[in-house]
């Protein structure tokens, strides 16, 4: 059985930075394909950025691109999100998702093409 644990998250000032993890166990674990969601208060659940292992090479959202870091440790099986100068309006609960598939460029922003999910970290950006 396969089990995504994300951490690191909490209560960050505006302009802060913190780092979020994401570690995945389980015989049946490859994960050729993982990223980070997340879902803002009110909100749909909405695409960060993920990470193939053909590539190497994150993809991310748009409007995150140059202040969110996504890194994988394919040894340790863990996937990392630093993010830096933090706004209220990254408010929201992270979620890590994996699938086994190498999903291509088009299709990583969508949640359905991930069968494997975290519990959720919640992050609050906030003075």
């Known amino acids: 059985q396969v089990q995504l644990l994300e951490s690191g998250g909490g209560l960050v000032q505006p302009g802060g930075s913190l780092t979020l993890s994401c570690e995945a166990s389980g015989r049946a674990f490859t994960g050729n394909t993982m990223a980070w969601f997340r879902q803002p208060p009110g909100k749909d659940r909405e695409f960060v950025g993920a990470?193939?292992?053909?590539?190497?090479?994150?993809s991310y959202r748009n409007s995150l691109k140059g202040r969110f870091i996504i890194s994988r440790d394919y040894a340790r099986n863990t996937l990392t999100l630093q993010m830096n100068s933090l706004k209220p309006e990254d408010t929201a609960v992270y979620y890590c998702?994996?699938?086994?598939?190498?999903?291509?460029?088009?299709?990583?922003?969508?949640?359905?093409?991930?069968?494997?999910w975290g519990q959720g970290t919640q992050v609050t950006v906030s003075s």
């Open positions: 990470v193939k292992r053909s590539s190497g090479m994150p």
């Open positions: 998702g994996a699938t086994n598939r190498l999903l291509i460029t088009s299709s990583l922003a969508g949640e359905e093409q991930y069968e494997y």
